[in-house]
């Protein structure tokens, strides 16, 4: 993964984490207590998997990760190397979270199209798949679309906001839509 090196990059290394991107999850988890003691959680799209090692950290539950590139194993975690348009999960879960991303491609309009269609996707496997009151997390490219994904979103939620941590990069149009109260 291509990281820059800056602060966050700095302590992530120093903590032990995989990618600075923890610090993300740290503070949605922070700012929403998203993920409680006892929880069953997904990671849609966890590679290299620092989002699971701070997980970990908030769940002895059982914690399931799922990516289409291979990851390093982590004590703990069930991960499944597939493309999660096609994983059909057994499992229901407190929490869904995603931090899933598209391979980028030069073109923003079509980044940020398939990066659309990749937070969509993680939205319809967190509807089929939450326990009552579960809640989601995804990550999403900003763009028209995104309110068309907050949109279908809010019926299905008690709570649905956007949130843009204070470790994003100021260069990113990344957000996440934090999705709180399954119903
Ligand atoms: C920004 S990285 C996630 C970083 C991770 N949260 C961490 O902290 O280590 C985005 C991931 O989404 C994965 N991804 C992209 N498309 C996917 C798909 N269709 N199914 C599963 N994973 C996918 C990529 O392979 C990549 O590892």
Do not use: H
């Not at 190397?81 to 057994?90: G, L």
């Not at 995804?138 to 941590?165: A, G």
């Amino acid at each position: 993964m291509y990281e820059r090196r800056d602060k966050f990059y700095e302590k992530a290394k120093k903590a032990g984490y995989r990618a600075r991107s923890s610090y993300k999850l740290i503070e949605i988890q922070t700012k929403y207590n998203l993920i409680k003691s006892g929880d069953v959680v997904l990671d849609i799209g966890c590679a290299p998997g620092s989002w699971l090692q701070v997980v970990k950290k908030y769940t002895r539950g059982k914690i399931f990760g799922v990516d289409i590139v291979p990851m390093k194993k982590i004590s703990g975690v069930k991960f499944i190397q597939e493309d999660v348009r096609k994983v059909k999960f057994d499992a229901k879960f407190d929490v869904v979270i995603s931090d899933i991303a598209p391979k980028t491609t030069g073109s923003r309009e079509e980044d940020q199209f398939l990066s659309y269609e990749l937070s969509r996707e993680s939205f319809l496997v967190a509807k089929k798949n939450l326990k009552k009151k579960g809640n989601f997390v995804v990550k999403t490219f900003q763009s028209q679309d995104t309110e068309e994904l907050v949109k279908e979103m809010k019926p299905f939620f008690e709570f649905v906001k956007r949130y843009v941590p204070k470790s994003t990069r100021q260069s990113s149009k990344e957000l996440y839509i934090v999705a709180l109260g399954f119903k």
